[in-house]
């Protein structure tokens, strides 16, 4: 028998009971959206292995803030001295908001791949094409 243990949003606490079937049809008709498998407990095993495998290949993240920075200097962007900021409001505008701390990091290490080169200026580091 499996067992679901539900918190409704008013603070209700419902316990489903049932084979894991029918307490999967019942929280999908309730929610309308979570696969029931997720929030099953008790004493049946599910019919698949719950297990993740680890993958043979290393995850990569395609969109994040390191990838739409080299985009830009591809664009040639960094043809001419950049500051953080002025990254920031040209990411802005294609529609990718990070905060400055978020980017620092990934500007530094295309910095340090020899990417990008850092010069301070007035205090201030600007990014350019090697």
Sequence with gaps: MATANLILPNGTKVTIEGTADEVADLLSRCSGSAPAASVLSGNTKPQHKTKRRK?????????????????????????????????????????????????????????????LRRIKEKGVWVYVNH
Excluded at 68 to 86: N, Q
Excluded at 88 to 115: C, D, F, M, W
């Design 55 to 115: 993958s043979k290949t290393p995850r990569t993240h395609s969109h994040g803030p390191k990838t739409f920075l080299e985009e830009l200097a591809e664009e040639g962007f960094f043809k001419s001295k950049r500051t953080i900021g002025d990254i920031q409001k040209k990411l802005e505008e294609a529609g990718h908001i990070y905060g400055l701390n978020s980017l620092s990091t990934p500007v530094l290490r295309l910095t340090r791949g020899k990417l």
